[in-house]
């Protein structure tokens, strides 16, 4: 069954280490009942239906924005029941199995690979908000102090490493293949600092920014370090280029669930001008607003 399929594979990533840290936080106030959920750190959570809206996402930004969202919907007859999870695996897969009714954390190229890789048919409902991947100091504060040998940490997933590489690129790191969208580190054609780079689970590279020479780091994870993208970063993503149109954060919900009442109305709110304005002037560039 579906449920212990998720079971098995949180567990199989855990043990891979590839989870965003031990555990997910599954915490959510007051009492509901009916529907069951294995989070993350294998406690379960009942949930409740009717107009309810249950949504996985990740903390911070996103759960944010929808902790923003949950007042005027609730002002319209729609409970959103809010589940925060650390990894990237949860929040699909409970949306997979029908525990959840939408996530909210990931965007567009990540869910492709995802339901290609996990066989799940998740759609995109629409998009909110760009997150820029920034280059923050480490050990060394300017780019210009890069020598041999120092080390350089960015995201490991596919689409996330990608994003850093060409950043990397942007700013005279390092060269890549021309013309590729899908890079790795075999893709770097020229390395003129002789620099190493080092991908790490993208929740766990703040841990990693007093040991090494930079980070390349998500909005999220940057605002956990209470660093801000526009007064911090040493280089960070355009969010109007072309090349980042693909990286806004979308809602997901199962194929076919589209034109769900409660996800139209959803999307209504979180593409309001209200949440719009709360966006833009909450992150200080960490999250821009669509």
Partial sequence: MKKRRIALVVLSVMLAGILGGCGGNDKKDGETD????????????TLSDGDTLIIATNPGVH????????????SEGVN?????YEDYYMPNLLVDDGDADANYFQHEVYLENFNKSLDTHLVSV??????????YPGQKKNLSELKEG???VIPEDATNKARALKLLQNVGVLSLTEGKDDLTLSDITENPYGV????????MIPTEIQDVAFIVLNGNFARDLDLSVTKDALAYENANSSECDQYWNVVAVNA???????????????????????INSSYDGTAIAK
């Fill in 150 to 152: 120092d080390i350089i």
């Fill in 63 to 74: 759960a944010d924005i929808l902790n923003k969202a949950s007042e005027k919907l609730a």
């Fill in 256 to 278: 076919g669930n589209e034109n769900d009442p409660r996800i139209q109305k959803l999307m209504e709110v979180l593409q309001s001008d209200e949440i719009k304005d709360f």
């Fill in 196 to 203: 190493s780079i080092m991908p790490e689970e993208a929740s």
């Fill in 126 to 135: 629409g998009s909110v908000h760009f997150e820029p991947l920034g280059i």
């Fill in 34 to 45: 009916s529907k069951e959920v294995i989070a993350s750190n294998g406690e379960s959570s």
């Fill in 80 to 84: 959103l029941e809010i589940y925060t």
